[in-house]
């Protein structure tokens, strides 16, 4: 049977091989090649249907879903219209996961918007308590462990779901979960992270910050813990909240069904009012349910068909205040969510990202702070003062301890910086050791620099680390062995930083000749000379960095000035002065286009770019 797509059509069935509507004329194959079989859903903007995909040497299974405009309401519209696109987007960025839809194509016809996507067989848990009643807590574990991994990848991907509910996920044949209807879903980059925006979302299962319109990360666990509190009660999510008393009494509706301690005190922390309460992401409630293993490795990723997107215009979205001296040091978690900052007062803050607020103040250093890392593997902060070890904070257990790293002659400098894959970390300072420490071997190399070591940094791969002096000289020695590979000269003044390219084809350096300097590192074996020299800085160069796109180069001058290079023409895109004094610190963060600057100002700086 074909299923006409005309939405006023009184009678759509039609026999299997009708090329066009009996009841309206219209034809029955979209596209040229996709053909509706039956309806399957039907929701506020629009039907989705079953059809059969032409377009391949196999015709396969797809879902169409149709958008309509029930109003016409301009501003009603546009809302819709933006909301399907979104879909759209969001579906072909999530790119090749097995428990999500897989993108299709996008296309208009006359008046009507389409978005085809892989079609999944099975039915929505909604439908699913209804036919088999109260789950148990090993189908809310089962549902766990499954979903929690994609709410994981997609907040990789800086994709906020901002509509889960038991109707958006589907139990397919094989027992899986999906999670579908994208078309709520936000990307971070594209709206200031620290501005409201609209409100969306099912109200019985929408987290409170998110009915302000201010959705984070754990406003998806939120919606995901009611979920499971429905799934559990068969009670509505609006009887399971006493408002008068502002406490969840979902316990009080669980009937016989038998729930451990452990488990409740997981969705407990799902379900928190505060934030700051929840589990801060996707893989930490994973590791709470289930400790004793990691999150699987992500799909591999979908192959780009487009091309790169325009380069990034930056934003200044946010000031945090609260240090009481210059801002000296700035390193963003890897999951992209903390902010730790360092300064000349001696505390270490640590920020939420997501909402701008400082989560905990770190007094355990007597000296100013110099320098700041977080761990790639760990959950732990490295950080190094004046006159002191480097120092590790595990923000897990709260313990601080020192490393064999010691710095004591260094009062006015000091860097360090974390092996890529989180096996050694490497200091240097103006007292002219280069110090590595191999952790689980606990080896301890040292090389002796022939002036202060201002900067430190290890090339993405791990197999190289650079390190800058206030001789004018950039060396690049090899991580395991402390051998020397290669001098880089050119500057006529202090290297104050250095950064690897996300790619290891470029190494950047900032100097107080005023410059900064791009050196092409495709076969760092040999003695390098070509280099790019940028338009002079206004003031020495303080902090360099690469966009986490790699299309930009970043840089942080003395007089406030922060420096925005295309490295597709070289030439300066944007030159900010947001900051009143010297940019000593520039962090990237590694999940979206949010960058943070630090400044003698005292003031932290979060940017967006779009």
């Known amino acids: ?23 309206c004329g219209q034809s029955l194959i979209l596209k040229q090649h996709y053909q509706a079989i039956k309806k ?57 996961h097995p428990q999500i839809p897989k993108f299709y194509n996008y296309f208009y016809e006359g008046d009507r918007y389409y978005l085809v996507q892989e079609y999944r067989p099975g039915e929505n848990l909604e439908v699913i308590l209804e036919q088999t009643g109260k789950w148990t ?19 990789d991907r800086q994709v906020i779901h901002r509509d889960i509910k038991p109707a958006n996920i589907i139990q397919g044949l094989n027992g899986e979960y999906s999670l579908v209807d994208f078309g709520s879903a936000k990307y971070v980059t594209e709206t200031a992270l620290f501005n409201t925006g609209t409100t969306i979302g099912s109200p019985e299962y929408v987290a409170p910050e998110q009915i302000r319109g201010k959705a984070i990360y754990a406003s998806d666990l939120y919606s995901l813990g009611v979920t499971c509190l429905y799934l559990l009660t068969q009670v509505s999510p609006f009887l399971l909240f006493d408002n008068s008393e502002a406490v969840w009494v979902w316990r009080e509706y669980l009937g016989d069904t038998q729930i451990s301690d452990k488990l409740g005190a997981i969705l407990d922390r799902f379900i928190q009012l505060g934030t700051k309460h929840r589990y801060r992401c996707a893989r930490d409630a994973y590791h709470a349910l289930k400790p004793e293993k990691k999150l699987p490795p992500p799909p591999p990723p979908r192959p780009q068909i ?32 903390l902010l730790a ?89 103006d007292d002219r050791r280069l110090q590595t420490w191999f952790i689980e071997s606990d080896r301890h190399q040292s ?39 290669t001098q880089l000269n050119g500057h006529q003044g202090d290297i104050n930083a250095i950064a690897f390219s996300r790619d290891s084809q470029y190494l950047a350096s900032g100097s107080s000749d005023l410059t900064v300097k791009l050196w092409r590192l495709s076969q760092p074996s040999q003695n390098l000379s070509s280099q790019h020299t940028f338009l002079p800085s206004p003031d020495w160069v303080r ?51 949010l960058m943070a600057t630090a400044s003698r100002d005292t003031t932290i700086k979060i940017w967006i770019g779009d």
């Not at 807590?137 to 907040?155: M, S």
């Not at 791990?462 to 402390?482: C, F, H, K, M, P």
Request: with cysteine.
């Open 137 to 155: 807590e090993p189908q809310i574990r089962d549902l766990l462990k499954k979903l929690l991994p994609v709410l994981n990848y997609i907040h």
């Open 306 to 337: 487009f091309l790169p997107s325009e380069a990034k215009t930056w934003h200044c979205v946010q000031t945090l205040e609260g240090h009481r001296g210059s801002v000296s040091a700035l390193a963003i978690s890897p999951d992209g969510q």
């Open 341 to 429: 900052s360092g300064s000349f007062d001696c505390s270490i803050k640590i920020w939420n990202l997501e909402t701008g607020g400082l989560e905990e103040t770190l007094n355990f250093h007597t000296q100013p702070v110099l320098t700041l890392a977080f761990s790639p593997v760990e959950h732990q902060l490295a950080s190094g003062s004046i006159n002191d070890a480097i120092k590790i904070w595990d923000f897990g257990t709260g313990t601080v301890y020192c490393t064999p790293l010691e710095h004591y002659q260094s009062a006015v400098t000091l860097s360090l910086a974390y092996h890529p894959q989180g096996k050694a970390i490497a200091s240097g300072g």
């Open 40 to 96: 399957i859903g039907q929701g506020g903007f629009g039907c989705t249907f079953l059809a059969l995909d032409r377009s391949q040497e196999t015709t396969r299974r797809c879902a169409i879903k149709q958008l309509i405009f029930a109003s016409q309401n301009p501003d009603q519209i546009s809302k819709a219209t933006d909301l399907f696109e979104q879909e759209a987007k969001r579906l072909y960025q999530l790119g090749n």
């Open 447 to 485: 090389i002796l620099h022939p002036r202060g070591i201002n900067t430190v940094a290890f090339s993405p791969e791990g197999e190289y680390i650079a390190s800058g002096s206030s001789g004018n000289q950039i060396y690049l020695w090899r991580v395991d062995t402390g051998e020397l590979i």
């Open 543 to 593: 902090a360099v960095t690469f966009s986490s796109d790699n299309q930009q180069l970043i840089a942080g001058s003395a007089d406030g000035s922060l420096m925005i290079w295309d490295l597709n023409t070289l030439k300066i895109r944007q030159t900010l002065r947001e900051h009143l004094k010297d940019i000593n610190a520039i962090a990237i963060s590694p999940r979206r286009s």
């Open 1 to 23: 049977m074909s299923y006409c797509l005309n939405p006023h059509c009184r009678f759509p069935q039609n026999p299997q091989g009708a090329k066009y509507c009996q009841t």
